[in-house]
Nanobody, 118 residues
């Protein structure tokens, strides 16, 4: 099994920055891609950004140029640096990881709230 623990959420004014962290523990070798999803009230969960084990990234158009994902394989940790935050970025942010044998996002963190005030 794999456990994902997020940290770093909070309340910030529009234009501000936050950095989220996600630490993985457990059967790490079973992880392949890692990513961040978010879900705002009344909306579907959406992919924010994903990073492969090789470092390739895929960003949602809404966050390109503002958010940066990084992955430290030695620490089994992935980070999300969020700059120029907007009120529409307000959501619960979830760290997720794919199983190496299925390629599906089967591992999820508990979520961390990001609130951006206008």
């Amino acid at each position: 099994q794999v456990q994902l623990v997020e940290s770093g959420g909070g309340l910030v004014q529009a234009g501000g920055s936050l950095r989220l962290s996600c630490a993985a523990s457990g059967i790490i070798f079973s992880i392949n891609d890692m990513g961040w999803y978010r879900q705002a009230p009344g909306k579907q969960r959406e992919l924010v950004v994903a990073v492969t084990s090789g470092g390739s990234t895929n960003y949602a158009d809404s966050v390109k140029g503002r958010f940066t994902i990084s992955r430290d394989n030695a620490k089994n940790t992935v980070y999300l640096q969020m700059n120029s935050l907007k009120p529409e970025d307000t959501a619960a942010y979830y760290c997720a990881a794919t199983r190496a044998d299925t390629g599906e996002y089967d591992y999820w963190g508990q979520g961390t709230q990001v609130t951006v005030s206008s």
